[in-house]
């Protein structure tokens, strides 16, 4: 069974971090650029983060540039995200998702169709 699994959700204080992996089960990502989006009640799926498949290119949306780390390990088939400095604001289900289409040296947020798998997503809640 070809699948994403996320983990490393949970509550933070503001401040506070969180490190969120997702790894590949029925498949391998060496071939597929990773995106992670996130979703809050209420709101549309956006994307965060996303890394090529080639590891050389990575870009992250405005909202979380400097506060988090997208990276992966291929040996362990597994995509992290680093989230530092968390905020109220990024309150949300987080989800990744592979894409085999694009090309090796590049990875995009800006269309979720062209992502073929997607994990269950892991809650992420910052709060005092």
């Known amino acids: 069974q070809l699948q994403l699994v996320e983990s490393g959700g949970g509550s933070v204080q503001p401040g506070g971090s969180l490190r969120l992996s997702c790894a590949a089960s029925g498949f391998t990502l060496d071939h597929y650029g990773i995106g992670w989006f996130r979703q809050a009640p209420g709101k549309e799926r956006e994307g965060v983060s996303c890394?090529?498949?080639?590891?050389?290119?990575?870009t992250y949306a405005d909202s979380v540039k400097g506060r988090f780390t997208i990276s992966r390990d291929n040996a362990k088939n597994t995509v992290y995200l680093q989230m530092n400095s968390l905020k109220p604001e990024d309150t949300a289900v987080y989800y990744c998702?592979?894409?085999?289409?694009?090309?090796?040296?590049?990875?995009?947020?800006?269309?979720?169709?062209?992502?073929?798998?997607w994990g269950q997503g892991t809650q992420v809640t910052v709060s005092s």
């Open positions: 998702a592979a894409a085999r289409t694009v090309p090796q040296s590049q990875c995009t947020m800006a269309t979720l169709v062209i992502y073929n798998y």
């Open positions: 890394i090529s498949s080639s590891n050389t290119f990575a």
